[in-house]
Each structure stands twice: as structure tokens, then as C-alpha cells.
């Protein structure tokens, strides 16, 4: 049994109101049951339950001189509540394995947020989303004690359904804002339906000790339909805009996707490997579509490519390892957004970068850990869904071209333990036009306690130096809105097992 509850104040302030936009509290519990009837059999049974109540989020115009405050005439909320079931079987005999995992997993989120971000009476939107989700796996497989030949078969069945039930409510300032749109609600109702069947197979062979040999196939096929509508009732009912009506708006899609990997053991502490895979994101029903072409989007592919080296030098106190990766992607999946509307659309992108990881040990209790990330990630083609311009070299969202962290931590055999860190992040676009960014930025975390036995009490400061970040942005219509990072944050933790 396990489970968690938090409390906090906001990060903005509403000057207006005088509440916090953005404070809230919840938790979460988990059991996790394993019954072994034989040697044979085991059983395990895994739950988890999340319920949290927040205020909205706290969205703010990045113009403003102090990222904590803002000014809104209706602060929000954002509830949100999560369950989630699993239930393993495994039948283990000498010669084989076979194994059934059913899950099944449910959330719904009910929120209201200030659209316009002033103290007007502009636009509200008001989401009501509910996801359900089933799916069950069986794995035949070699036993674990296999060495030099390990196979899997396998089949995947998923169905999943997600309802979107959003209202945006339009204030007596709605038009004076320049949102379109007189006072009234405009109600989105949509729902879509998923199927995914999936059969997979891999073998591991090792035809001398040192190399490992790697083939795997998978065929997926997915089906999802949509059906809804899109529709404005002004507040004293005389005018009614149908804007979109959907009916079984359906998208096919399945691949074959194989998988090829070779690891070559140099020395028993260096390894290098390589690796050649097709990915694969199914075709499906766009989020909040605008029109009927938007409805639906293709499925992306890719092929990916990895090399590789696993090492471990001065027994194991020094571990070092480096991947360098180029991935072709067909139809990539992006998300557009733009003066409220929300879907997703397809254009063609190169993503190619290189990953360090350096963990050292030199006395005992003390780590120093390293890693450095470098990617550029590019579209080849393509055009932005609302402008129609050309996205050719363009850089992808929410892909920083560096990352980087560094961190020096200390656990002493008496109890003590300091952690410092370092995290950063290079240039960051939030629209696939490359307007909008977060120029480089760095944080510095700092965590120190005393640990007994089976529990800990910590002290903890985040983002020490107040570095001031944008974690999001986007064109709201008036203006340019966006969520800042975290301040300074510093609080006391205790952990407990038992």
C-alpha cells in the first residue's frame, strides 16, 4: 500500500480578486497484491486512484512586467480524477512462459479557466473530458533461464473511447475583445471511438558469447471514429450558428514494423550496439476538429536509427555511455494550436541528435552525475494549418536543441545526505512557425535531510535563483498567453516505508 497527499499555494497571484489563480491539493493511493497459488502460477493485482483539486491554469499575457501576477474578473478551477486496474497472470514452466495482462484505466477532468486573461467579460472555456480505456495482452515466451535463444509471440487488443464535452462561454465584452463572437456559449460535443489489434514476435540469439542478435516483427491495425458537433447559441436565443456537425467520420490505418539490433560485447565492461526499427503512431480523430477536413489525420511512420557504447571503467565506479540517433518521420503528428482551436495535423520531419551519460562513484557514498543531450529536429515539409505558410526547416515544438544536467549528491553511512543539481535547456519554439520562444535557460536545485532506518525528512529549494521560464505560449486571440515555470520553491518532505 502506498499513497501520497499534497498541499500548496498558487505561483500567480489574481491582483483583481485577490485569490491565487493556480493553488490546489490532492493525492493519490496505490495497492499492489501478488498471490503464488504454486510454483507455477503468480498472480498479481495492481490499483491506483488520483484525485486532485486545483485552481486553473495559471495562464497570463507574456508581456506583462511580473510573471506571478495577473488580472483576471474569474479565477477557475481544474479537477481532476484517475483509476487505473491491472491483472498479470504468468504460467512459468522450464520450457516456456506465457503470460495475460489485462488493464483497464478511466479519468475525467472538469475545469473553467478565463480565456481572454483581462478583467473583462470575455470568453470562458469549460472543459468536461472523459477517457476510458481497455486492453489485454497474452505473451508466450522462452523461459528466463534462456541464454543463447530467446524468443516471444505475442497478440494486443485496445479499446479506448474519449469524450469531449468543452464549453466556451462569451461575456457582454466578447465583441469589444475582438473574440468573434456575441455573449452566448459555444458547445463543443465530441466523441471518439478507438480499436487497436497488434501481433508481435521477437528473437534473441547469440551466436558467439560476446554478440546478441536482435529481429523483431509487429502488424498493427487501428480503427477510430468520431462524431459530434460544434454549435453557438447566443444568450437570448436568437442567433444559432451550427458551425460543424460529424457523423462516423472514420480513419484506417495498420503497418509492419520490424526491428533489427546487434550488441557486441568489445570487453565484459564495454559494449557498443546498433539499431534499425520503424516506428509507428496510428492514423485517429483529431481533438477538437473546426471543420470536417480536420476531423481526422493520417498515421506517422519513421525509421530510426541508433549506435551506441555501454561502458564501465575503475570497478564500476565510473560508467559512461553515448547513443547517437537519426530518425525519418513520415506524417509526424503535430498539435496547432491557435485562438482557441486545437487539432492535429501531419508534415514530414528529421530528427537527429546524440545522448552522454556519465555517473562516477570516487568515494564511497558520493555520485557525481552528468548527461548531455543535443537534438535538432526539423520539419522537411509541410505547411502551418492555420496560415497556410511553409514549414520547411522550421524547428519542432517543444524540442530544446541542448539539454544538459549535472548533479553532485552525497549519502553518508550515518544518515546524512545534500544533493546539488543542475538542469538546462537550450532554445525552445511553442509554435511550429518558430515565433514564439523560450530562449536558453538554466535551474539550480538544492536538497539536503537526514534518513533513519526506513524513513527520510529532507529539506528541498527548486529553481533557487528565480530564473524566470515560459513552459508554454500560444496566440489566444488577445494576445499572446503562456505559462511561466515555477519560482523559487522551497519546502520540507517526509517519506516513510513500511
Known amino acids: 500500500l502506498s499513497g501520497d497527499y499534497s498541499t ?5 497571484r489574481n491582483t483583481f480578486l485577490d485569490k491565487d489563480v493556480d493553488g490546489g491539493s490532492g493525492g493519490n493511493g496505490r495497492v499492489k497484491l501478488l498471490w503464488t497459488p504454486s ?11 488520483d484525485d486532485y483539486r486545483e485552481g486553473a491554469a495559471p495562464y497570463v499575457l507574456l508581456n506583462q512586467s511580473d510573471p506571478s501576477e495577473t488580472e483576471l474578473d474569474f479565477n477557475g478551477f481544474n479537477d481532476i480524477v484517475n483509476n487505473a486496474q491491472s491483472l498479470k497472470i504468468a504460467y512459468n514452466k522450464p520450457d516456456f512462459r506465457f503470460t495475460s495482462i489485462t488493464t483497464n ?18 470568453r470562458i472555456s469549460a472543459p468536461d473530458f ?32 474519449f469524450e469531449n464535452n468543452r464549453d466556451f462561454i462569451y461575456g457582454a465584452d466578447s465583441l469589444a475583445l475582438g473574440l468573434g463572437l456575441p455573449a452566448g456559449e459555444e458547445s463543443n460535443d465530441y466523441e471518439s471511438n478507438t480499436k487497436t489489434y497488434a501481433v508481435f514476435s ?34 437570448d436565443g436568437s442567433l444559432v450558428i451550427p458551425f460543424l456537425s460529424l457523423q462516423d467520420v472514420e480513419k484506417n490505418g495498420d503497418a509492419l514494423l520490424p526491428r533489427f539490433v546487434a ?74 494550436i491557435d485562438q482557441g482551436n486545437i487539432f492535429i495535423d501531419n508534415a ?34 509541410g505547411n502551418d494549418p492555420f496560415t497556410g505558410e511553409n514549414l520547411e526547416d522550421k524547428r519542432t515544438t517543444f524540442a530544446p536543441d541542448l539539454t544538459y544536467n549535472l548533479a553532485v549528491q552525497y549519502r553518508s ?41 526506513n524513513k527520510g525528512i529532507y529539506l528541498f529549494a527548486n529553481n533557487i535563483f528565480n530564473t524566470e521560464y515560459v513552459t508554454q505560449a500560444f496566440n489566444a486571440g488577445t494576445g499572446l498567453q503562456g505559462t511561466y515555470g515555477a519560482p523559487s520553491t522551497y519546502g520540507v518532505q517526509f517519506t516513510s516505508r513500511f
Request: no cysteine.
Open 8 to 12: 500548496r499555494d498558487g505561483y500567480v
Open 348 to 381: 514530414d520531419v528529421n530528427v537527429t541528435g546524440a545522448e552522454l551519460e556519465v555517473r562516477a562513484t570516487p568515494v564511497k557514498g558520493l555520485d557525481i552525475i552528468g548527461g548531455l543531450g543535443l537534438l535538432n529536429s526539423r520539419f522537411r515539409n
Open 39 to 49: 510454483l507455477d502460477w503468480e498472480v498479481s493485482f495492481n490499483a491506483s486512484f
Open 202 to 235: 521477437q528473437v534473441d540469439y547469440k551466436p558467439i558469447e560476446r554478440l546478441t542478435l536482435t529481429a523483431g516483427l509487429r502488424y498493427e491495425s487501428t480503427n477510430s471514429k468520431i462524431d459530434g458537433t460544434k454549435i453557438f447559441t447566443s444568450t
Open 105 to 122: 484505466r478511466s479519468s475525467s477532468q472538469k475545469a473553467a479557466y478565463d480565456v481572454d486573461v483581462t478583467t473583462a467579460d470575455g
Open 130 to 161: 472523459k477517457s476510458k480505456l481497455f486492453s489485454q495482452e497474452f505473451r508466450f515466451q522462452s523461459p528466463e533461464e534462456a541464454d543463447k535463444l530467446q524468443w516471444i509471440f505475442g497478440g494486443y487488443f485496445e479499446s479506448s473511447k
Open 413 to 453: 553511512v550515518a544518515g546524512l545526505f545534500g544533493r546539488v543539481e543542475l538542469v538546462g535547456f537550450g532554445t525552445t519554439y511553442f509554435d511550429d512557425l518558430n515565433t514564439i520562444k523560450q530562449d536558453p535557460y538554466a535551474l539550480v536545485n538544492v536538497r539536503a535531510g537526514y534518513e533513519f532506518k
Open 263 to 336: 550488441k557486441y560485447k568489445l570487453t565484459p565492461n564495454l559494449s557498443t550496439y546498433g539499431s534499425i526499427s520503424r516506428g509507428y503512431r496510428p492514423a485517429g480523430a483529431s481533438f477538437e476538429p473546426f471543420t470536417e477536413d480536420t476531423a481526422v489525420f493520417d498515421a506517422e511512420t519513421s525509421w530510426n536509427y541508433e549506435v551506441g557504447l555501454k561502458s564501465s571503467w575503475l570497478d564500476n565506479k565510473l560508467n559512461v555511455n553515448l547513443a547517437l540517433f537519426h530518425n525519418k518521420v513520415d506524417n509526424f503528428q503535430f498539435v496547432g
